[in-house]
């Protein structure tokens, strides 16, 4: 019997308050996979966007890294073990759009982390507060991509939608998150079981787009610092991420 445990990141094993991961969390992971489970990392964010994490972070030996919102699927090795890219087609219409109603979007492609049009001074900081980069500029041209993040208003975000037909779409109340052929976390989440082997689906998240993982996981918890919705659907609710939430529960629960 293979449990497999699926951790998003921001919010959950990081804190984007104080920019640290807790050595108590990463001590729990290894204690999982010691103990012969298997930990994995499902998160929205880019490869570059990793780039700035705390070493342990960065250098710890997830059986697999979910990113891109489950586009992109990396082993132990960082090589691909899957990437599911955009069409050609809706990325000229994203970027067309966004050019028309002068919309800040990011792309994100195997490489690179970058901005489609120009963004403002807000944006670029913004972004900077959380991941401690920022997408370079470069105007949208052949590029494969993985993952698209549009800057849109929540009641504007309708107009977009007809443009993206068999897209996963996650919606924010200012952003919409998009990738191809209704890719997801939960269903990267159900290749890595089949691909590791799992028995048994535990997934930590705590955002809007953690919705489904946790809800069709074996167990899904939530953390303290949730978003209300994903509460509503978690088994549990755990402590917050910059009490050292994760860690406390398996302990608590003699998981490690």
């Known amino acids: 019997m293979t449990t497999g445990y699926f951790f998003d990141l921001d919010g959950t094993l990081y804190s984007n308050r104080t920019h640290s991961v807790n050595n108590h969390t990463i001590e729990a992971l290894s204690k999982l996979q010691k103990q012969g489970n298997k930990v994995f990392l499902a998160t929205s964010r880019t490869l570059r966007e990793l780039d700035h994490l705390p070493q342990a972070m960065r250098d710890f030996p997830f059986d697999a890294r979910i ?105 924010f109340d200012h952003a919409m998150e998009i990738r191809a052929n209704h890719v997801d976390k939960i269903e990267a989440i159900q290749w890595c079981k089949e691909r590791f082997d799992l028995d048994t689906v535990i997934c930590f998240g705590d955002g809007q787009n953690d919705i489904e993982m946790i809800r069709q996981a074996d167990l899904g918890i939530c953390m303290q610092n949730g978003h209300p919705d994903l509460k509503k659907v978690a088994d549990l609710v755990i402590g917050d991420v910059n009490e050292d939430g994760i860690y406390q529960f398996l302990n608590e629960s003699h998981r490690i």
């Open 67 to 171: 990113m891109d919102g489950g586009s992109r699927i990396m082993d132990a090795d960082q090589n691909d073990l899957r990437c599911v890219f955009l069409t050609s087609k809706t990325m000229h219409a994203i970027d067309a759009f966004c050019k028309e109603n002068h919309l800040i979007y990011r792309y994100s492609t195997c490489s690179e982390n970058l901005w489609g049009t120009k963004p403002n001074l807000y944006a670029h900081r913004a972004y900077f507060d959380l991941y401690l980069c920022a997408p370079s500029y470069k105007p949208y041209q052949k590029d494969k991509v993985l993952n698209v993040l549009v800057f849109i208003k929540a009641e504007d975000q309708k107009r977009l939608q007809p443009l993206l037909k068999d897209c996963g779409i996650v919606h």
